[in-house]
């Protein structure tokens, strides 16, 4: 059972500058195996947290949901990675994987390969396992009080009435709050942001239509 969570994304951007001792932290934008999606990872107030980043195809719904009052939220900004929490001992986290393509949750895995793979593993109740690897395509993501207090932060600051991503309001907020990225993660002050849009010379980069997935309400009010 091959895990593909739709969210029609495809990485436009780069990534360099990751070194070794980054090797076990998951947090960050990842591309999915069949390369048409992006999830980013954060800690949320301790647990891992995953969030479609950014979509190929904008105009998604998560219509196979079977929470009636979900089937028309956005799949940008909506939760993949439900609550995982670190396994002792092991550079392993464990929690729910939400896979959009059916509308279940399943019981599931991240573990980080080096500096730029995550391996994603769901199961069924115990069995009929499967999975698939991701590719890093973003640094590091610091944790920041706004991340660490998720279940306090503000549940609609700035969102627009049909988008779940953080506007301008929770972007400035989380910005504020965030302290240098290699005060928590150990990421390079020259390690760049992960481009979230193509852009030609001469042309500015797109804003970042998710930023904090901590502040997404879907996280903020589940992050405990």
């Known amino acids: 059972m091959r895990l593909a969570l739709y969210t029609g994304i495809i990485l436009a951007g ?19 195996a069949d390369g048409v999606a992006n999830i980013r990872v954060a800690q949320c107030n301790g647990s891992m947290w995953g969030a479609v980043s950014w979509e190929k195809k904008p ?25 995982m929490k670190k396994k002792p ?10 896979n959009a393509q059916d509308g279940q949750t399943y019981s599931a895995t991240i573990t980080p390969v080096g500096t730029d793979q995550l ?4 199961c ?3 069995f ?3 999975g698939e690897t ?29 988008a779940q991503g953080t506007q301008q309001g929770a972007q ?32 500015k980069a797109a804003a970042d239509p998710v930023g904090d997935i901590c502040l997404l309400p879907d996280i903020a009010g589940l992050a405990h």
């Open 119 to 122: 391996e994603i593993k769901g």
């Open 124 to 126: 069924v109740m115990g």
């Open 89 to 98: 001992g092991a550079d392993q986290w464990e929690g729910q994987v939400y």
């Open 172 to 203: 400035q907020a989380a910005q504020q709050a965030a302290p240098p990225p290699q005060a928590t993660t150990g990421a390079t002050a020259s390690a760049p942001a992960a481009k979230t849009a193509a852009t030609k010379p001469g042309q």
């Open 14 to 32: 780069g990534y360099a500058y990751l070194t070794p001792a980054l090797a076990a932290d998951p947090t960050g934008d990842w591309r999915v």
């Open 134 to 162: 991701w590719t890093r395509v973003g640094p590091p993501i610091p944790l920041s009080p706004a991340n660490a207090m998720a279940k306090g932060a503000p549940k609609s600051a700035g969102a627009a009435p049909k």
């Open 59 to 83: 105009g998604g719904r998560d219509e196979n949901n079977p929470d009636v009052s979900k089937k028309n939220r956005p799949t940008l900004g909506m939760p993949t990675l439900i609550d």
């Open 128 to 130: 009929l396992c499967g």
